[in-house]
């Protein structure tokens, strides 16, 4: 796929994920790795709002090559493409239920949403929390880089913010976003009730069949 073409889609998925509610506003930011560096969205536009002409091209070394100034965040966005260069494309939403999550006081670090549905697994694995910090601070990139080396996984939940999803390319990365919002939704719809989780054995089995 050409450049004009993953902007164009680009502009479209993130139209619809707004059109959904998955964002607000100006909130969120999403990126995809095209030769030679990245479009991205820009800072304080809407991922409803979005043309090709309104996307930033940044070089692979961080340089503003054309279009208007990039998302404040995409810093944190070049620091996993650089580790995960399998990436194609990232992710970054306020969206509601994963937002909600977020804020929740004492959520275990290593991995925020247990697995009941093996579309969760399979999608994005598990989901580790990265602390708090201020948007747009530098410490998130470096946490995120931690993490990811860290954890085989396509999503990491920022606490009390949102969550940043990969994928190998934009359809994958928003395809993961929303199978993950909706495992939220259903975390909460479901708190309460006695909850049938995939054991560890049944986990392992996804996992395998994912990576296959």
Avoid at 24 to 50: K, Y
Avoid at 154 to 166: D, Q, W
């Amino acid at each position: 796929m050409n450049r004009e073409a993953k902007a164009q889609l680009l502009c479209d998925l993130c139209r619809s994920m707004f059109d959904r509610g998955y964002s607000v506003g100006g909130a969120g930011n999403v990126s995809v790795r095209i030769d030679g560096g990245f479009l991205v969205t820009p800072t304080g536009g809407s991922l409803g709002r979005l043309t090709s002409e309104k996307l930033s091209h940044v070089s692979g070394g961080g340089e503003v090559l054309s279009g208007p100034k990039p998302s404040k965040e995409f810093m944190f966005h070049k620091e996993l493409f650089d580790c995960r260069p399998e990436a194609g494309a990232i992710v970054h939403l306020h969206s509601t239920y994963l937002t909600a999550l977020s804020c929740l006081e004492d959520l275990p670090q290593e991995n925020a949403l247990r697995a009941f549905t093996p579309y969760y697994v399979m999608r994005v694995g598990y989901l580790p929390v990265i602390p708090y910090y201020r948007p747009g601070s530098a410490e998130i990139g470096r946490d995120l880089v931690i993490a990811a080396n860290k954890h085989p996984v396509n999503a990491f939940l920022l606490a009390s913010h949102g969550v940043v999803v990969l994928g190998k390319d934009i359809e994958d990365a928003v395809n993961n976003a929303e199978e993950l919002e909706e495992t939220a939704r259903l975390a909460f719809i479901l708190h309460g009730q006695k909850i049938r989780y995939l054991n560890e054995a049944e986990i392992a089995e996804l996992t395998a069949k994912s990576l296959s």
